[in-house]
């Protein structure tokens, strides 16, 4: 406990030291932040941040910050132009009804602009994303305070997070609920497959049916009010599908379907995509510049810099109680060293993972792990040898030849 409050005290004071008195910038002179949420509300849901800390961060930002948007930081690194100094941009990724109920008054209120990525087939429904009904079933079981039964057939890393279940207080609760939601992804599964196994998970915990009212998505309607409002609208694919784990044409599909769905609602042609869960690969790429997107986010932790592939661009992930103070509420300071000091940790370690890597020859393109000339890939890959049996398959005569 006093070793937390010492902890707390020394970063309250450094922070006032350095982003306090200016001393250093939460935004490079050559490179940029991009923030990470997903939703602002009060209720205890995951992902979240408060209102009243959300406010803070946007005023926070708008004093000491150039605020622009995810789409004027992609256009800058494509066009191979020096970013804006100081510049950080916000964006929301999936497309919660708080996005418009909560997060777009603050926006307003300081003069903000976002982005905002929208798992599009989800927009405008009753449906539950797969961890918002696992967060609710396991909420359920916390309170009946009793053990997982009957888990034995699902999936082996599943089970065994079952197994060792311990609900007994908030701590391990979320311990639990992290666990199981690392086990789920590891089993490499599409959307429809994830529901499945937690409806199986919820019956194993003994819970009833998920309240939705708190995991309502935005209506189109909403979006089109975002959209008037100068907000920013981007793609999240259509069921918030892993892009390299799906079969290609399905990832092509949600590619292309999400892009023609927003544009079809808005008017507007949307370029900008952010990955679901960060996932992407080098066919992946090839996949989301055939349907037509000009830039994409991931969730790999970092600054944006100049020279950077457009379509692996870096976000810093924000959430709820992580930038308090000495005596434990949220300090604008503390949240600008933090943010400052993940992007600078992210690219030193950027810059030394550069140097470590050994040149390839030209004519190699990266496959997997090991790089294999262009011709042997050709040769061998499944995807060159269904050439022309759609319009994703046009990826295969596009090959980029590594750095």
């Known amino acids: 406990m006093v070793a937390d409050f010492l902890k707390r005290v020394a970063r309250h004071a450094a922070a006032l030291l350095t982003v306090g008195t200016r001393l250093r910038r939460v935004a490079g002179k050559d490179w940029a932040l991009v923030l990470r949420y997903h939703r602002v509300t009060d209720e205890p849901v995951p992902l979240a941040v408060t209102v009243r800390e959300f406010a803070a961060q946007v005023r926070f930002l708008r004093a000491r910050c150039r605020l622009v948007t995810a789409g004027e930081v992609a256009a800058s690194v494509a066009a191979g132009e020096p970013l804006l100094p100081r510049s950080v941009a916000i964006t929301f990724d999936d497309g919660y009804e708080d996005n418009f109920t909560e997060a777009l008054p603050v926006l307003q209120r300081y003069a903000a602009q976002a982005t905002f990525f929208l798992t599009a087939g989800w927009i405008g429904t009753g449906k539950m994303l797969w961890w918002d009904k696992l967060h609710d079933y396991i909420r359920q079981a916390a309170e009946l305070g009793a053990r997982p039964q009957d888990y034995e057939r699902l999936p082996r890393p599943v089970a065994a997070v079952l197994a060792r279940a311990d609900l007994r207080t908030r701590a391990t609760v979320a311990r639990f609920e992290g666990d199981l939601v690392a086990a789920l992804r590891e089993l490499d599964l599409s959307p429809e497959e994830l529901d499945d196994r937690v409806e199986h998970i919820a019956a194993s915990l003994g819970a009833e049916e998920a309240r939705d009212e708190l995991y309502r998505p935005m209506s189109w309607d909403q979006v089109r009010q975002l959209r008037a409002a100068g907000m920013e609208i981007g793609s999240h694919t259509m069921t918030h599908a892993r892009l390299p784990i799906v079969p290609v044409e399905r990832a092509f599909e949600e590619l292309e379907q999400s892009r023609k769905t927003i544009g079809r609602e808005l008017g507007q042609p949307v370029s900008l995509l952010a990955y679901p869960a960060g996932e992407h690969s080098r066919d992946a790429i090839d996949l989301v510049t055939e349907a037509g997107y000009e830039g994409a986010y991931t969730t790999?932790?970092?600054?944006?810099?100049?020279?950077?592939?457009?379509?692996?661009?870096?976000?810093?992930?924000?959430?709820?109680?992580?930038?308090?103070?000495?005596?434990?509420l949220f300090s604008p300071s503390v949240f600008g060293l933090q943010i400052s000091r993940l992007a600078r940790q992210a690219a030193q370690g950027q810059a030394k993972g550069a140097r470590a890597r050994s040149p390839q020859k030209r004519g190699q393109v990266r496959f997997g792990r090991s790089p294999l000339r262009a011709f042997e890939a050709k040769r061998t890959c499944p995807l060159f040898r269904s050439q022309g049996e759609g319009p994703a398959m046009r990826l295969v005569a596009r090959w980029r030849p590594s750095p």
């Open 300 to 328: 790999a932790s970092g600054p944006v810099r100049a020279g950077d592939d457009p379509f692996r661009l870096r976000r810093i992930g924000v959430w709820t109680g992580g930038y308090r103070g000495a005596f434990g």
